[in-house]
């Protein structure tokens, strides 16, 4: 396993979150995810937010990626693709909680 860094990034500042992410990362590399345009107190913003976090973590991982002579993705892809969602998605919803309370 490598470690790879998440970061959702906010105008001036972001939020990291250290995990533990299969090697389909094959090093340490940055996904980070840009919310500074989006409301994320309005139901739109957060749904935004969800679909940019799917398609970085697909990209991140490569899940669209085509293995030769197979359909089926590599395991460490998914594996990458469900870790790295699951880390962003808690660091939204923080951003939420933040966003509720004026911060």
Do not use: W
Not at 53 to 77: H, N, P, W, Y
């Amino acid at each position: 396993m490598k470690s790879a860094f998440f970061a959702l990034a906010a105008a001036g500042s972001a939020l990291a979150l250290m995990g533990a992410v299969p090697a389909a990362a094959q090093s340490n590399r940055d996904m980070v995810i840009v919310h500074s345009d989006l409301n994320l107190n309005s139901p739109s913003g957060q749904k935004t937010l969800k679909r940019r976090i799917d398609k970085a973590a697909r990209e991140f991982c490569g899940m669209d990626r085509k293995l030769t002579g197979s359909r089926v993705r590599a395991s460490q892809d998914t594996e990458c693709y469900r870790q790295a969602k699951a880390l962003a998605t808690q660091q939204m919803a923080k951003l939420v909680d933040d966003a509720r309370l004026g911060g």
